[in-house]
């Protein structure tokens, strides 16, 4: 029923279409694929009660036609994946593509609006209060869902296990393996967006901080009420790297440990020690740090951010070998992770005050993570896009 449309024109250089035509597979000049085939999301692999939730709000005619905070972005084509640059050979392994990056491979994408800063406390709050919205974190786990992103078999835990919860990052003591996340990360009770670290928190203070505790179903259904929708992770990177081809970061290539710092990560050692050098241990306000070349804010850093896609580690192969370029891409069919693939998950970018080159280096344009669709951390949040030809 709903339409997912990937076109890969692998005849470009043969023949010659119109401007508002590629190539098809057939070769005959056809439409070029519309941005607004990827709002038809399909909901398979979702969890039937949050798609619901989705479906019940309501676009609110004031906001959607609201382009405030909002950057125009000319569509191009770009060459998407890891960078291959000269001086980084040194680097730490974690602070150069990993092999979800690559290959590189060429993608256009149509123009788009994007939201210039990530969405803030106070935005969310408005549209919690105009919808009455319910956030994922504030549901208990419902176990017959959990259990299909477990393996088979897993015994059903504790109740008190299954109450309204989120993670929180805590630093891990020294000597403790940073590869055991629940050595720096608690399902605290009780933490959502609104009580980012439990009961007795509060976002007061915090209006301007990106929202936190927010699922990717959280993120869909405040940007269906903004009358905008996720980026896909080809629109993301593009507008990462702001007309930049071939750089490690949004601002170039000069390194982040060089004591100036371009975007809200974390300095000192992960996941022990922060030194808080660029004056942020956690969420900064957004717009604490300088805009790319395209006007956008923590594109790098600060939360890491949702998009539209489901994550696959093989999907830039799968491009690569169909060959040509890829149009408007809006990822897989479905999920697929190479090291634990019960979880379909979805696309996060642009990595979050937590990340530096001796971890997950977010920061860098081409850098992937993902997260399963009900999960909401402290350090994930979202921006939103609006197509070019809806206005
Ligand atoms: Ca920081
Ligand atoms: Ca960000």
């Known amino acids: ?10 005849l470009c250089l043969c023949f010659n279409c119109k401007d508002d035509k590629v190539i098809s597979s057939g070769n005959e000049c056809m439409p070029i694929p519309q941005q607004s085939d990827i709002v038809r999301i ?21 906001k959607a036609t609201d382009f405030n905070g909002m950057v125009k972005i000319s569509g191009g084509v770009f060459e998407m994946g890891g960078d291959i640059v000269e001086g980084f050979e040194d680097m730490p392994k974690t602070a150069v593509p990993q092999g979800d990056e690559l290959p590189k491979h060429t993608v256009r994408v149509s123009g788009f609006w994007m939201d210039e800063h990530e969405v803030t406390n106070a935005q969310f709050k408005e549209f919690v209060q105009a919808t009455g919205y319910v956030t994922t974190a504030e549901h208990p786990i419902d176990w017959q869902e959990l259990k299909k992103q477990l393996p088979p078999g897993t015994p059903k835990p504790p109740d008190e296990n299954l109450l309204p919860a989120s ?52 993120a869909m259904a405040y940007a269906k009420w903004a009358g905008k929708r996720l980026p896909t992770e080809a629109e993301w990177e593009f507008a990462m790297r702001g007309g930049l081809s071939n750089n490690m970061y949004p601002w170039g290539n000069e390194k982040t440990e060089q004591g100036k710092h371009f975007a809200n990560h974390l300095q000192g050692e992960f996941p022990y020690v922060n030194t808080v ?22 594109m790098a850093g600060n939360v890491w951010e949702w998009t539209n896609d489901w994550y696959s580690s093989k999907y830039y192969y799968e491009l690569k070998l169909k060959g040509g370029i890829a149009i408007n891409p809006m990822g897989p069919e479905s999920g697929f992770d190479a090291y634990n693939n019960n979880e379909k998950k979805k696309s996060i970018r642009g990595g979050s005050f937590l990340c530096n080159d001796y971890w997950c280096s977010g920061f860098r344009n081409s850098r992937r993570m993902r997260n399963t669709p009900d999960t909401s951390m402290e350090h994930i949040g979202f921006r939103c896009i609006r197509e070019i030809n809806t206005k």
């Open 1 to 10: 029923m709903y339409k997912r449309l990937l076109v890969i024109c692998g």
């Open 42 to 62: 399909d909901f398979t692999d979702l969890n039937p009660a949050f798609v619901k939730s989705i479906e019940s709000i309501r676009e609110n005619a004031s």
């Open 167 to 218: 993670l929180v990052f805590n630093y891990a003591n020294k000597g403790a393996s940073k590869n055991n996340l629940s050595n720096w990360w608690t399902f605290k009770k009780n933490v959502n967006w609104k009580n980012p670290n439990g009961p007795g928190t509060s976002i007061e203070g915090k209006e301007n901080h990106p929202v936190v505790h927010v699922s990717w179903y959280d």
């Open 277 to 298: 050098d660029d004056r942020f241990e956690r969420t900064a306000p957004v717009k604490s740090f300088p805009a790319n070349n395209y006007g956008l804010f923590d």
